[in-house]
């Protein structure tokens, strides 16, 4: 079994949506072989609570506006470090970067295929660790990435 062209078409979206707010490594696996409960998971992060939130609120207003798709769960939005919307075909995972390197995801989804994903999210691979060498070649005082 694959994901659904539905899920291929949310996925799409959202991680879209999310590379516009300028989420790192955002990556997708199709994860409907080893499981019976959706088609795919989409991963994405950001350095600091203030953007996983505003990452998760552009990912479902778009999937609102663009698919008339409203995720049936929402869990982790009060402390912001780790957002899950369940869509039912697809679940976003959108995390602080603190949390992605702690929980790994993608260890526990490496043997599932990844999706193809638009070229600006594919661009994002790797983001994560330069805003942190970044970071620490600053003192962490909190400078920006160009």
């Given amino acids: ?5 539905r899920s291929l078409e949310l996925i799409n979206a959202a991680a879209q949506a999310a590379a516009d707010k300028l989420a ?16 795919a998971f989409l991963l994405a992060s950001a350095p600091n609570d203030r953007q996983v939130k505003s990452i998760v609120d552009e990912i479902e207003e778009r ?12 869990e982790g939005d009060r402390e912001a470090r780790w957002v899950l919307l ?12 603190e949390e992605r390197v702690f929980y790994a995801l993608e260890r526990l989804w490496k043997d599932c295929p990844q999706l193809e994903l638009p070229a600006d999210a ?11 060498q970044a970071q620490a070649a600053d003192g962490g005082s909190g400078g920006e990435l160009s």
Avoid: C, F, W
């Fill in 86 to 97: 369940d869509y039912v075909d697809i679940v976003v995972h959108v995390q602080h970067s």
């Fill in 24 to 39: 790192h490594d955002i990556i997708a696996y199709d994860v409907s072989d080893v499981l019976s409960i959706t088609d």
């Fill in 1 to 5: 079994m694959t994901a659904t062209d």
């Fill in 63 to 74: 999937l609102n506006k663009d698919l008339d798709a409203k995720p049936v769960r929402r």
């Fill in 122 to 132: 594919e661009a994002t691979r790797g983001k994560g660790a330069e805003y942190a």
